[in-house]
């Protein structure tokens, strides 16, 4: 189940996954308010990037004032890969988009269904999700 030709030759380079735009749409959305400026931010995978068989990964510090408050932020931001071939699987497969999905609807879902039953300890641990979205502005999921 590769990608054939005609798939690789469809295919449309997203860019880059981290820009400032998204993460300044993320840190909004993560803090929920609009008083946000990115003062740093820096790629700190160094000179390898971590890549999933179909993700792309990206270590990433960031430091922003948040109303006037300096914060820090450490993240591991996973999107699509720009390599065609693991990108038309990953899309194929809706990998990327089905666990975007996951933690920003279904977690959030389930999480509240347990506390309101008393159950939330049946729930594992999961990673901090603080900001997950698949729309035509991003398409990413980014954990801490």
Not at 117 to 144: Q, T
Request: hydrophobic residues 40%; aromatic residues 8%; contains cysteine.
């Amino acid at each position: 189940m590769g990608a054939s030709q005609s798939e690789l030759q469809a295919f449309k380079d997203p860019g880059p996954a981290v820009t400032e735009e998204r993460i300044l749409r993320a840190i909004k959305s993560h803090e929920k308010v609009e008083d946000v400026t990115i003062l740093t931010m820096e790629d700190a995978s160094g000179n390898v990037k971590g890549e999933g068989f179909m993700s792309a990964l990206i270590h990433l510090t960031v430091e922003a004032m948040v109303k006037g408050e300096k914060k820090s932020y450490s993240w591991v931001v996973k999107s699509t890969p720009r390599d065609p071939n693991r990108a038309v699987m990953s899309l194929k497969f809706k990998a990327d988009e089905r666990e975007a999905n996951f933690f920003s609807s279904l977690l959030p879902k389930l999480q509240d269904f347990l506390s309101s039953r008393g159950l939330s300890h049946m729930l594992p641990n999961f990673c901090s999700v603080p900001y997950s979205a698949w729309n035509e502005d991003d398409k990413v999921l980014i954990m801490n």
